[in-house]
């Protein structure tokens, strides 16, 4: 593997991502990018143009972000696996590079910001860590640290800094919200409790505004705290008297302070609201729910808000979703109305296709989805299937159909359709019980008419398709895999098609005679196989690591490489004139391979999810990989090899 990082690199060209974590979500000062996470890697992107670039420097999934008052930094923190310690990465923006590399919390970093003049990193460790630690950025020393809160207390959740104050900063979490006040000279942090009275609150998030301190809580209030006398102030929408103004249902999950005593604030159940606050006659403090919004495009699933970045002084702003979705609004309009601008996957990404004659498309599928993309990362079609996965895609050649395989042990078949709504699939048939334990893999023929599928029970079957593509036929059974079928490949002419299985088995099958060609054995569980170009070897891979060449005639290994050091390799594609192979796998690399020599040509570093599925575009200009943790990342397919 060493010596794959010597070689060149694949040059990323973008990314469709978005992990929705707490307050993940940033505005740059300079008011034209946004700031994200997807698995381990930090996206900045123009709002107008798309265009990306990215940091990666973190081993494991980032946790936490946020960017300096004056935009030179941008700090992130990451999670990691037990007992060992996690990083907090501090970027130089201009330079787009690591600018310090910190290590003190264990495990995870909860919470991070920057003090008013950038002087200070201010970071909160997690659960199993449970203290925080104020940085000092130009030395790159930690300054103090101190346990976060009280040992009977709950776990801490979130920070925030003073507006102008470079020594105080505020903490708060379940039970436990604090004023902190840094001694630099004598390195240490002293805190004051704030006093909330009976009450029993669990803080999820918290902004300073002029003189209050205000923190969302998950019983779906607003506290309200004077900075100066460090009591609470105000209670609200609803308080302890819930008949004027209920709570937030599912607790308040982002907040943002605009001006004049109103605030943006997020919900759990997916809803932002404008709200504004004021001192009556009687000196009661008041709420108002001036405007709101609810995602119209999610159904029964339950979708919280994760973060709200405002853009300037709020006129426009950005809502972070959990289920990856990200929504431009603007405070001028007259109802709240959300711009979708950003949509990916919230889940593993199970399968990619691209169709035969295009490379301006493709489409990829989840748990419950099937999704179509132009090659600019927009999405254009949706389908849905509640609450079953789509184990496998196909599109025939003509482009008219859409065969979806899922793990329900139903094949259903699509076409597509234009009306006033717009283009949307149609549903021609459902093949009902077409595997006993799920439809795991899918092929279709030339023509479109021939559907070659695997299940979990390791039978391949043969399915006839009508001419209108409204019905379908058993045509034939083959049963001699004993596992779960994982890729099935359709010669050129149709005439032959090979499957790979769980069970150690790679077979060849003649779909004219309808039986078995040949077979080959290894002790692995083979997870993917392609055609050469002339179709008369075959290449494997699975858990072994290693890619095996084979004959088709006699089944004889003709070579092995060692495909990975570590993790199985999930995913193989080969370029249509058969030089290049391509292949991922647990180890989140991106390999190129010389077909004839074997060896690797090129290396592409990105992914923080195993990869699941490969395809490299009709007319060779990319490569397209998407991986376990819903990111699908498309790769410039280096030039020198077209």
Request: glycine residues 10%; neutral net charge.
């Amino acid at each position: 593997m060493a010596k794959c990082y010597d070689g060149p690199r694949l040059e990323l060209d973008y990314v469709i991502g978005y992990s929705g974590i707490p307050n993940g979500l940033k505005v740059h000062p300079d008011r034209q990018h946004l700031i994200y996470s997807l698995g381990n890697t930090v996206i900045i992107e123009n709002i107008e143009t798309k265009k990306q670039q990215t940091l990666m420097g973190h081993s494991g999934d980032v946790s936490c972000l946020t960017v300096s008052n004056t935009g030179n930094y941008i700090a992130s923190g990451q999670v990691i696996h037990m007992g060992f310690k996690a990083d907090i990465i501090i970027w130089d923006y201009q330079k787009k590079e690591l600018y310090a590399r910190l290590q003190l919390h264990k495990v995870k970093i909860e919470g991070l910001v920057f003090s008013p003049n950038d002087t200070y990193l201010l970071s909160l460790g997690g659960q199993d860590d449970g203290s925080v630690v104020v940085w000092d950025v130009k030395t790159k020393d930690a300054i103090c640290g101190s346990p976060a809160q009280l040992e009977s207390a709950g776990i801490t959740a979130a920070v925030a800094y003073h507006e102008t104050d470079e020594n105080c900063f505020f903490t708060c979490g379940d039970g436990t919200l604090r004023v902190w006040e840094l001694d630099v000279k004598n390195r240490k942090i002293k805190p004051t409790d704030v006093n909330i009275g009976q009450m029993n609150r669990v803080c999820k998030c918290i902004q300073m505004k002029d003189n209050y301190l205000l923190c969302g809580t998950t019983t779906g209030d607003i506290l309200g705290v004077n900075i100066g006398s460090k009591l609470l102030q105000f209670l609200g929408p609803g308080g302890p008297n819930i008949k004027t103004q209920k709570n937030f249902s599912c607790g308040v999950t982002a907040l943002a302070h605009i001006k004049d005593n109103q605030m943006l604030i997020g919900s759990g159940e997916g809803e932002v609201a404008l709200v504004s606050y004021h001192l009556n006659k009687k000196n009661n403090w008041v709420f108002k729910k001036e405007r709101n919004w609810f995602d119209k495009n999610v159904s029964k699933e339950k979708v919280g808000v994760a973060a709200i970045a405002l853009r300037g002084k709020g006129h426009q702003f950005f809502v972070g979703l959990t289920n990856s979705q990200i929504y431009r609004f603007n405070l001028s309009d007259s109802e709240l109305e959300g711009n979708l601008i950003k949509t990916c996957h919230n889940s593993s990404v199970t399968d990619i296709a691209f169709p035969a004659r295009t490379s301006e498309l493709f489409v990829t599928s989840q748990l419950g989805q099937i999704r179509f993309w132009l090659m600019n990362g927009k999405e254009i079609l949706r389908q849905e299937v509640a609450n079953m996965t789509c184990t496998s895609v196909a599109l025939t050649q003509d482009g008219r159909m859409v065969y979806s395989a899922w793990n329900d042990g139903k094949i259903r078949g699509y076409s597509f359709k234009r009306d006033k709504s717009g283009l949307h699939l149609d549903p021609k048939f459902t093949i009902h019980d077409a595997h006993s334990n799920g439809v795991t893999a899918l092929a279709c023929t030339s023509d479109g008419h021939c559907i070659i599928s695997g299940g979990g029970e390791g039978q391949v079957r043969i399915w006839r398709v009508s001419d209108d593509y409204c019905t379908t036929q058993l045509e034939h059974n083959m049963m001699e895999h004993k596992g779960s079928v994982s890729a099935i490949r359709i010669s050129k002419h149709d005439n032959m098609c090979v499957s790979s299985s769980f069970d150690g088995t790679t077979i060849i099958w003649n779909l004219e005679r309808k039986n078995r060609s040949q077979i080959v054995f290894a002790n692995t569980l083979f997870k993917c196989v392609v055609y050469n170009r002339e179709e008369n070897q075959i290449v494997t891979s699975g858990t072994d690591r290693k890619l095996v060449y084979w004959d088709v005639l006699d089944g004889s290994r003709i070579r092995v490489l060692d495909g990975s050091e570590s993790g199985s390799i999930n995913a193989m594609d080969i370029t249509a004139d058969g030089s290049v192979i391509a292949t991922g796998g647990d180890d989140k690399i991106l390999k190129l391979w010389n077909y004839d020599t074997g060896e690797v040509i090129s290396v592409g570093l990105g992914h923080s999810g195993n990869i699941q599925r490969i395809k490299i575009s009709p007319d060779n200009s990319h490569i397209v990989s998407v991986s376990a943790d819903g990111a699908i990342l498309v790769w410039k397919f280096p030039r020198d090899l077209i």
